[in-house]
């Protein structure tokens, strides 16, 4: 691959002070895979009684390693767990190799750290079609095992990163009856990136007592108003892979019905969500698409997702050009149920657009000027009915061509 770009100017001043969860610890190593001189593996050890939950692309080439973490997610959870990642490669469309090269893996993962191999849970990510060499892996697994930590969240995000410019870390400590639950994770994520059940790779753990159905309701709920409303570039990764981990360590029992920790979970999977839009390949503005007055939800989401994913307004952004005919052209092309006379559109605070027209009150001026801004809101009303969605994607930037132009070199 090419340099690594700069910083993503949308990027958060540091990564966050997490707190730390109680039955996780973490370590990385230098495997080697595609990366040299950089680490390019996590390993995350989990306490027994950890319940795990997932969510996964739903793509028709989704890699070995979905497919195995798909198979376990809902197991036993009386033994401890590990999650391996390697960046650099992303073990996908390799045919039978795939398989064996997860088995391998998993396998060395459980002798190493002693829990059972239908309890590892593992991801890759990078570039697709290349066999992957797991024997660096696992050259690595004794020296990872002999230096668990449970405060290395830190580098175990940057370990996962590939053309991220930025590791991406939330955290929350929620007080529930007088007791603190902790809950913490991290993401990686830049570019291939419109989710289609989950996001790129996410890991997420709690120190909460959570059975894991119920976890599992958890995830999917909130994963559909969080992870499922990003898109980068439209495109949908073969290895989104979203683990959340409940540990118990706290002994404190919370389930779906409680509502301050299915805020705080929301709030850290929002986090996470919108640090991968920030971070998105060539990236300089983070934009939300509102839409209101839809037909119905799902009519909402399928307009917001066709502005947000449009090159043509992602450019306009780009260019700060208040080119609200973009917004329209979007509208009309997505498929669901639009009427030219009753749609309004607005950015910021700023009337663009109303009844099938532009606005008598439109400030091009005011437009412009509000389009500097790094943070822009784009808000549509179809004025047909009570549905509404809510998106974030950023623009589109010569960036974005010259990372993907040689990703591979």
């Not at 950890?50 to 890699?63: L, V």
């Not at 990764?237 to 118990?248: I, M, W």
Request: aromatic residues 6%; charged residues 20%.
């Amino acid at each position: 691959m090419g340099a690594t770009p700069a910083k993503s100017p949308l990027a958060p001043a540091g990564f966050p002070d997490l707190p730390e969860i109680g039955g996780v610890e973490f370590a990385i190593a230098e495997a080697g895979v595609r990366y040299q001189g950089r680490p390019d593996v996590m390993l995350a050890c989990l306490a027994k009684g950890t319940a795990i939950a997932g969510a996964f692309t739903q793509s028709s080439t989704r890699s070995a390693a979905v497919l195995d973490c798909q198979s376990k997610v809902g197991g036993d959870n009386s033994q401890g767990a590990a999650i391996i990642v390697n960046s650099g490669n992303a073990n996908a469309f390799t045919g039978r190799h795939g398989l064996d090269s997860v088995n391998a893996v998993t396998q060395a993962v459980a002798q190493a750290v002693g829990v059972p191999e239908g309890r590892v849970f593992s991801a890759s990510t990078g570039v697709i079609g290349e066999a992957l060499p797991h024997d660096k892996i696992n050259d690595k697994l004794t020296e990872m095992a002999d230096s668990l930590s449970p405060g290395a969240i830190e580098q175990a995000a940057g370990a996962i990163m590939t053309t991220d410019t930025f590791a991406k870390g939330a955290g929350t400590v929620i007080d529930i009856d007088g007791q603190k639950l902790r809950i913490a994770g991290f993401a990686k994520g830049s570019g291939m990136i419109a989710p289609d059940m989950a996001t790129m790779l996410a890991y997420i753990f709690t120190d909460a007592a959570i059975d894991q159905s119920e976890l599992q309701n958890m995830v999917s709920v909130l994963n559909a108003a969080t992870f499922n409303c990003i898109t980068v570039d439209s495109d949908t990764s073969t290895s989104d892979t979203l683990l959340v981990a409940a540990t118990g360590a706290s002994g404190i029992r919370v389930s779906e019905n409680n509502v301050g920790f299915m805020e705080g979970l929301r709030q850290v999977m929002l986090d996470l969500a919108h640090q991968v839009v920030r971070d998105g390949e060539g990236a300089t503005k983070f934009i939300e698409v509102s839409v209101t007055g839809a037909a119905s939800d799902e009519d909402a989401r399928v307009h917001a997702l066709s502005v947000a994913n449009s090159p043509l307004v992602k450019t306009a952004v780009a260019g700060e050009d208040p080119n609200w005919g973009r917004v329209v052209m979007a509208i009309g092309k997505s498929g669901a149920r639009a009427d030219r006379d009753t749609l309004s559109i607005r950015f910021g605070d700023i009337i663009v657009a109303s009844d099938g027209w532009v606005s008598p009150d439109y400030d091009e001026e005011a437009a412009a000027a509000y389009m500097k801004n790094q943070e822009l809101q784009i808000h549509v009303d179809l004025g047909l009915g009570g549905g509404t969605s809510r998106v974030w994607t950023c623009d589109l930037t010569h960036g974005y061509i010259e990372i993907n132009a040689d990703y591979r070199s």
